[in-house]
């Protein structure tokens, strides 16, 4: 899971959504990925899609049976329609969402398409939901912070006309 969070912290880096996600098979690494969806312009570009996408690359088969997930957030439907579709062995997550977990939270997809998925949730959820805390907190600080010049501009732009 340590290693999802750097990948978290890569996401971070460059202006996305923090989550991180890697595959493992028999204790080694085989994948790792973090969110691009708005460097790539694609909605699915979330960390658990593109780490699974390189680790059926590198093993040649889209069966993961054989593998671990660790992704720093619950994963969504969609992502979790792809979990399923891999066959990956095991779960693990980080941080429970409330809003569009698809593992637990909001619904369980596994046992909602008779599908057994051994998972465990919550691990270094701190650490998790930390990264994920602080990117949306400076994202609605920027937000504001864009209001108030675009206001103050407008505000300007109007007082110069009158002039």
Do not use: W
């Amino acid at each position: 899971m340590r290693l999802a969070l750097a990948e978290s912290e890569k996401a971070f880096a460059v202006g996305e959504v923090p989550v991180g996600a890697v595959v493992v098979q028999n204790g080694e690494v085989i994948a790792s990925a973090h969110n691009l969806t708005e460097q790539l312009s694609d909605a699915s570009a979330h960390a658990e899609m593109l780490a699974l996408k390189q680790a059926a690359e590198r093993l040649g088969t889209r069966r993961l049976s054989g593998c671990e997930l660790y992704v720093t957030l619950e994963p969504c439907a969609m992502c979790m329609g792809a979990i399923l579709n891999f066959r990956i062995g095991a779960l693990c997550f980080g941080a429970f969402d409330d809003a569009a977990g698809c593992t637990v939270s909001r619904c369980e997809l596994a046992r909602l398409t008779n599908q057994g998925l051994p998972f465990v949730g919550g691990m270094l959820e701190d650490e998790c939901r930390s990264i994920l805390s602080r990117f949306f907190s400076e994202r609605r600080e920027q937000d504001r912070s864009a209001r108030i010049c675009t206001h103050t501009g407008g505000a300007e732009e109007q007082q110069t006309g009158e002039e």
